[in-house]
Nanobody, 122 residues
Framework: QVQLTESGGGLVQAGGSLRLSCAAS????????MGWFRQAPGKEREFVGR????????YVADSVKGRFTISRDNAKNTMYLQMNSLNAEDTAVYYC???????????????WGQGTQVTVSS
């Protein structure tokens, strides 16, 4: 079992930045692919980005490319999502996830955090 806990969400003005953290506990974290998803009100959950177990393979969705970056520190069992140039369309609950194969589909992940709210005011 892997337990995931997101933190770092909050209210930010358009153009601002936030860094989300995803702390993992339980089974070995360093062997897991990790991902970020988000769900805006009234919309389906969507893929934001993913990072391989070693951190060398990173992919982010086109909607956030150039603004969001993903990193991880296996020594701290933590993954990060740095979000810059935020806009109102980024308002959502952000979830982190872990799985043996961290792809771009929700079904690629076995473990999910409870989510953290990000609200961008315009």
């Amino acid at each position: 079992q892997v337990q995931l806990t997101e933190s770092g969400g909050g209210l930010v003005q358009a153009g601002g930045s936030l860094r989300l953290s995803c702390a993992a506990s339980g089974r070995t974290f360093s062997n897991a692919g990790m991902g970020w998803f988000r769900q805006a009100p009234g919309k389906e959950r969507e893929f934001v980005g993913r990072i391989s177990w070693g951190g060398s393979n990173i992919y982010v969705a086109d909607s956030v490319k150039g603004r969001f970056t993903i990193s991880r520190d296996n020594a701290k069992n933590t993954m990060y999502l740095q979000m810059n140039s935020l806009n109102a369309e980024d308002t959502a609950v952000y979830y982190c996830a872990a799985g043996a194969y961290g792809g771009s589909r929700q079904s690629d992940y076995n473990y999910w955090g409870q989510g953290t709210q990000v609200t961008v005011s315009s």
